[in-house]
Nanobody
Framework: QVQLVESGGGLVQAGGSLRLSCAAS????????MGWFRQAPGKGRNFVAA??????RYADSVKGRFTISRDNAKNTVYLQMNSLKPEDTAVYYC????????????????WGQGTQVTVSS
């Protein structure tokens, strides 16, 4: 059973940056597709970015601003968020699944508890 723990959230002004981390307690994240999703207040959980052996994928709303990466030696996935906007405010979740990237949250088997990101205007 893979357990995921996110960290790095916080309060930042618009235009600022944050880096989220997702550490896996077991398993080898190099063999999984790892994704980030976010849920704004009163809304559903939406795809942000994902990474696998085949490459990366991003939601249109974050392309050019966010970068997903991973360090297999540390068993950790990162989400570097630059040029943050108030509309990026949400709880950010890390997720993992076997094999390929998916943009659908229902396709992911493993989830972290989430970390809050708040962007002030």
């Amino acid at each position: 059973q893979v357990q995921l723990v996110e960290s790095g959230g916080g309060l930042v002004q618009a235009g600022g940056s944050l880096r989220l981390s997702c550490a896996a307690s077991e398993g080898n994240i190099g063999s999984y597709a790892m994704g980030w999703f976010r849920q704004a207040p009163g809304k559903g959980r939406n795809f942000v970015a994902a990474i696998s052996r085949s490459g990366t994928r991003y939601a249109d709303s974050v392309k050019g601003r966010f970068t997903i990466s991973r360090d297999n030696a540390k068993n950790t996935v990162y989400l570097q968020m630059n040029s943050l906007k108030p509309e990026d405010t949400a709880v950010y979740y890390c997720a993992g699944r076997v094999l390929s990237i998916s943009v659908y949250e229902s396709m992911y088997e493993y989830w972290g508890q989430g970390t809050q990101v708040t962007v002030s205007s």
